[in-house]
């Protein structure tokens, strides 16, 4: 009987499929997918998880809070509502802030504008923060005939949209206002403080106490650096400590942890969330 010698399997021909089209067809479908797939994650997945920031109310997953800022540069510089919106989001809420802000604009100025109504009845915003002028609020005449006439027009127009109004109580200059014989931060914040008061008991519209957790903060630490030179307009840190008492104010959580610190030192962040959680609570901040 015959016998067979196994084969020599090294002789064996090689196909090779690099030049076999239906292979090379094959993986030009899996590079397609793939880089189908990687643009998807680009422009969707990754704002979505906030690996470049805030994510906003772009698209319609899970909830979102939308706030308008109406103000004037106490709002605009350091881009507070873009400080909170990131704030927010170290939190895990998802928001679209958006700007209302003129230089020196005060509230009656905002109500003669076309744009502000329109803004305020253009989307379905959550809150609407109000903001008056930095000086004015501190005068009983203007207020009288000025701010609160303001404040409840815009009110109104703000709950008939279906969102809620929020009064911005803002910080005194650091060396206060001489020529409405305020002679000092604490007279001047007194003033400015009894002006948002009135009209938001008169209304009942919640406040954004900045000012008070300004004062508390001040009080302990007159080193703070909240103002910039000028003694009006505040630095980061000011702005910070605004976006904490505004994330305490609209979400009811205090921002005491939170990760996000606007490039400011961990022991500079941890003392501006906790003067903004004990300015909200009324409390002095540890």
Not at 76 to 86: E, H, I, R
Not at 157 to 175: D, Y
Request: net charge negative; aromatic share 8%; charged share 15%.
């Amino acid at each position: 009987m015959a016998t067979h010698a196994p084969a020599d399997l090294g002789a064996l021909p090689v196909v090779d499929r690099s030049t076999d089209p239906s292979s090379r067809n094959r993986r030009f479908r899996i590079v397609l997918v793939a880089a189908a797939v990687g643009a998807l994650v680009l422009a969707l997945g990754l704002p979505q998880l906030g690996l470049w920031g805030n994510p906003g109310c772009g698209l319609p997953i899970n909830t979102c809070t939308r706030v308008l800022f109406i103000g004037d540069s106490y709002t605009y510089v350091n881009d507070l509502p873009s400080t909170f919106a990131d704030l927010a989001w170290s939190a895990g809420y998802r928001v679209d802030a958006v700007t209302l802000a003129n230089g020196g604009e005060s509230l009656a100025g905002h109500v003669s504008d076309p744009a502000t109504s329109s803004t305020i009845s253009s989307e379905s915003w959550n809150w609407v923060v109000l903001q008056d002028q930095s000086e004015d609020p501190a005068v009983a005449s203007y207020r009288a005939s000025e701010m609160d006439p303001a404040v409840t027009e815009l009110a109104q127009l703000v709950r008939n949209s279906g969102a809620s109004p929020l009064l911005f109580l803002t910080w005194g200059h650091e060396s206060g206002w001489s020529t409405a014989g305020l002679d000092s931060y604490s007279a001047m914040q007194a003033a400015v403080d009894q002006g948002y008061l009135g009209i938001a008991s008169e209304l009942a519209i919640p406040i954004a106490p900045v000012g008070d957790a300004w004062q508390a903060l001040v009080a302990d630490h007159p080193d703070a650096g909240l103002w910039q030179s000028d003694g009006v307009h505040p630095t980061v840190r000011g702005t910070y400590l605004a976006a904490c008492v505004f994330f305490d104010s609209i979400f009811g959580r205090s921002p005491v942890g939170l990760t996000y610190h606007d490039g400011l030192s961990d022991a500079e962040a941890a003392l501006l969330q906790r003067a903004a959680a004990g300015g909200v609570a009324g409390e002095p901040p540890a």
